[in-house]
Structures are given as C-alpha cells and as structure tokens.
C-alpha cells in the first residue's frame, strides 16, 4: 500500500487548502484515517482523525475550520482547511489504518503567510 499526498502549498492567511491521500495497491478498505501535522521544533499532532463509521475528531486549535472526509471509491481521504493561520503551518501527513497494518504518507508542506 502506497499513499500519495496532494495540495499542501502557500497560501496568505484566511485563505484555505485542500489535501488529498490516495491510496494505492490491494485495498478493500480503509478503517482508519487522520492527518497529523509536523511543525519546526515541535512534535507531532494528530490534526483530525475519521473512523470506519465516519465519525470525526479534531484538535480544538481546528475545530470549525477543518474538515476530514473519505470517498471510498476513490480511496482517498481529504483535508479541508479553511480561515488558514501561520500556526497552522507545517507538514501534513496522512496515516490510514488498514487490516490491523498502519501506513504513513510522506507528507506535504503547508505554509501560511501573515
């Protein structure tokens, strides 16, 4: 299983961005899927997570401004940012959990000019 990430970039504060993971090779289906963010000198957070049922969770710092959804069909989960800020610069990966196995994106750069 190979995931490809898509849609990170810069963009001014207030604007927004929208990150896609696809998922390649022999998947039935994906239980699991969040994005973490990697920011300069701190460690890793888990931004937003969506279960086998759909249901989300998201750091407070996004609550209302993120978005994470899935389209299993395509086998890609999305990121909807939206009201963007420079603190939420970083690098965005994405972890899906399937058939009990973990997999990691290699991430794609976000940066949010003041």
């Known amino acids: 299983v190979q995931l490809v990430e898509s849609g990170g970039g810069l963009v001014q504060a207030g604007g927004s961005l929208r990150l896609s993971c696809t998922a390649s090779?022999?998947?039935?289906?994906?239980?699991?899927a969040a994005w973490y963010r990697q920011a300069p000198g701190k460690e890793r957070e888990l931004v937003a997570g969506l279960s086998s049922s759909n249901t989300p969770n998201y750091v407070d710092s996004v609550k209302g401004r993120f978005a994470i959804s899935r389209d299993n069909n395509k086998k890609t989960v999305y990121l909807q940012m939206s009201s963007l800020q420079p603190e939420d610069t970083g690098i965005y990966l994405c972890?899906?959990?399937?058939?009990?196995?973990?997999?990691w994106g290699q991430g794609t750069q976000v940066t949010v000019s003041s």
């Open positions: 972890y899906v959990l399937i058939a009990g196995q973990t997999f």
């Open positions: 090779g022999s998947i039935f289906a994906i239980n699991y």
